[in-house]
């Protein structure tokens, strides 16, 4: 049985930081295409970061980027998302996903992952101004 289990969310300050995790059990990330999305209420789901576990090739919303970082760690089993410099917008439910890279490419990876991918339950960020 796959299982994304997402971490590390909470309540912080705007300028503040925090580490999401995404770990993956009945499921191996390597060689395969991770995304980060969030929703805010009343938002769509947008996706913020993605990253081929495979080669570490990453991919970045123009919102987040030079604030956020993906990175994985194979061995782990775990994909991270480091949000840096956080502010009151960036507050959502935060979801991992993941798929064979076949549904990241050629065209638009969020598509592809909505349709295809596993999902974890989300973890809740909430920045405060």
């Known amino acids: 049985q796959v299982q994304l289990v997402e971490s590390g969310g909470g309540s912080v300050q705007a300028g503040g930081s925090l580490r999401l995790s995404c770990a993956a059990s009945?499921?191996?990330?390597?060689?395969?295409?991770v995304g980060w999305f969030r929703q805010a209420p009343g938002k769509e789901r947008e996706g913020v970061a993605r990253?081929?576990?495979?080669?570490?090739?990453?991919y970045y919303a123009d919102s987040v980027k030079g604030r956020f970082t993906i990175s994985r760690d194979n061995a782990k089993n775990t994909v991270y998302l480091q949000m840096n410099s956080l502010k009151p917008e960036d507050t959502a439910m935060y979801y991992c996903?993941?798929?064979?890279?076949?549904?990241?490419?050629?065209?638009?990876?969020?598509?592809?992952?909505?349709?295809?991918?596993?999902w974890g339950q989300g973890t809740q960020v909430t920045v405060s101004s």
């Open positions: 996903a993941s798929a064979r890279v076949v549904y990241c490419s050629g065209g638009s990876w969020t598509t592809g992952l909505l349709g295809a991918g596993y």
């Open positions: 009945g499921y191996t990330f390597s060689s395969n295409c």
């Open positions: 990253i081929y576990t495979g080669s570490g090739v990453t």
